[in-house]
């Protein structure tokens, strides 16, 4: 009974009656769909205050900014390598496996209606624009980076805001401590949405089941079990090396955020396991500045289920078309993947969207062939999303590890007693540890 109790374990029983209901009553599971909508929409409500919070909370104990800097490059440093690792490893796993070889699929340049809306987000401003990307990341406003809702802007106006902070804030001014309390009253909402965390994994998980059911997953079984094996080997011998060469191993970095990788699973969504992602690893000895800007700057630079999802699905696309593609095409197409993989890709349905743009900017494979996908893409999502989590994980606390503003004693302590850190949501934000503001002088 005690083991009822853990958030965890409530979702992966809600996950396993809404496969249930969505294989035994089809038709009753869809309508489950909006439970999973609603529980997605709430968390995101959250991301833009517990972003802002935490940076700016973070930033504003900072004494050295230079190092910072230093950071912030190491950080896309390690984005681009990793991203790119991720791509090498879904393109040499589906070489190999070849589970398009033989489908022989001659789908032209059209999508159906449905198919179609889904992606004219990615088509209607035609190939990826690298200015207006970069320009996308400005917002029009102070507050219309928390009302659009993209994690970009709200880093942005979030770290210019503590930049500004640090430098003119005294030690005892009113505005630290409201900054403080507003965390505090964040995480206290979080860890009362957070309490539905189950029913928004059941409806998620019933309507995905409900809508493509198993005749689909036969279909395309061979690729699902190509794309999974191709994420387990990327988490445990890429990521797994990552963290090795820091001193960690990635079982107990996944023994600390199962929670939160349970969730992403359940929802096919890494943005739902972002806000409680954001309290675990604070508590679980990463620098509260370090989270606050590695982890939403990962979300939209360092989305590695997503490269795998765009490698891996563009090569099988490529061999279910018909397509050959060289060592030196592949390699192209990977630097424009690293390009077009960027932005916020948490949800489920993202990376199908940034599939279709890379192919209307490569023109590799027919546009059409999107659709082989579509009937997959929730089966396929739950392994992104969980990836995704994943990885950022790993990122922020191996740069944690490299900047030695990792605490090993709180890590191992969160280890020990795993029931205090799932509990973290409802417990007041660490303050930055001194440790940190020592180090940066």
């Not at 912030?72 to 398009?100: D, H, N, Q, W």
Request: with cysteine; net charge positive; aromatic share 8%.
């Amino acid at each position: 009974m005690k083991l009822l109790g853990k958030l965890y374990i409530q979702v992966l029983i809600a996950m396993a009656l809404a496969i249930v209901l969505g294989l035994a009553a089809p038709s009753i599971a869809i309508q489950m769909k909006p439970l999973g909508s609603a529980f997605i929409a709430l968390l995101k409500m959250l991301l833009g205050p517990i972003i802002f919070f935490t940076v700016v909370h973070g930033i504003a104990h900072i004494g050295d900014f230079r190092r910072l800097g230093r950071i912030g490059i190491k950080t896309l440093v390690y984005f681009e390598v990793v991203s790119s690792l991720a791509m090498i490893v879904g393109f040499t796993v589906v070489s190999l496996v070849r589970p398009g070889e033989g489908l022989h699929a001659n789908l032209g340049d059209s999508l159906s209606a449905g198919e179609a809306a889904t992606v004219n987000a990615a088509l209607s401003g035609g190939s990826f624009d690298v200015g207006h990307f970069f320009l996308s990341i400005i917002p029009k406003t102070l507050a219309s980076a928390f009302v659009e809702g993209d994690i970009l802007p709200v880093l942005f106006v979030s770290v210019l805001v503590g930049i500004a902070l640090a430098q003119c804030a005294k030690p005892d001014w009113l505005g630290l401590k409201l900054l403080s309390e507003g965390q505090t009253l964040t995480f206290k909402l979080l860890s009362y949405i957070m309490r539905l965390s189950p029913i928004g994994a059941f409806g998620a998980m019933a309507a995905a089941v409900g809508s493509f059911g198993s005749q689909t997953l036969l279909y395309l079984l061979r690729y699902i079990l190509t794309y999974y094996a191709s994420t387990l080997i990327f988490i445990f011998l890429v990521l797994g090396s990552v963290a090795a060469l820091a001193g960690l191993s990635i079982f107990k970095i996944l023994r600390v955020i199962k929670e939160e990788a349970i969730i992403a699973m359940g929802t096919a969504s890494s943005e739902a396991a972002f806000p409680r992602l954001v309290d675990k690893l604070t508590k679980a000895g990463c620098d509260e500045a370090v989270v606050g800007f590695v982890l939403p700057a990962g979300y939209s630079f360092n989305i590695d289920g997503a490269c795998l999802y765009m490698a891996c699905g563009l090569g099988f696309l490529a061999q279910a078309t018909d397509t050959s593609l060289t060592l030196s095409q592949q390699i192209s197409i990977m630097a424009v993947m690293l390009l077009t993989s960027k932005g916020g890709a948490g949800a489920a349905g993202g990376a199908v969207i940034k599939l279709a743009a890379t192919l209307q900017s490569v023109h590799v494979a027919p546009l059409g062939s999107l659709g082989l996908l579509f009937g997959i893409d929730r089966v396929l999502a739950i392994a992104t999303s969980t990836t995704n989590v994943i990885g950022n994980s790993v990122a922020v606390i191996v740069i944690c590890k490299w900047e030695k503003l990792f605490d090993r004693e709180r890590f191992d302590a969160c280890l020990r007693n795993p029931d205090s850190s799932g509990a973290m949501a409802e417990q007041a934000p660490v303050t930055p540890q001194p440790v940190f503001k020592e180090s940066l002088k």
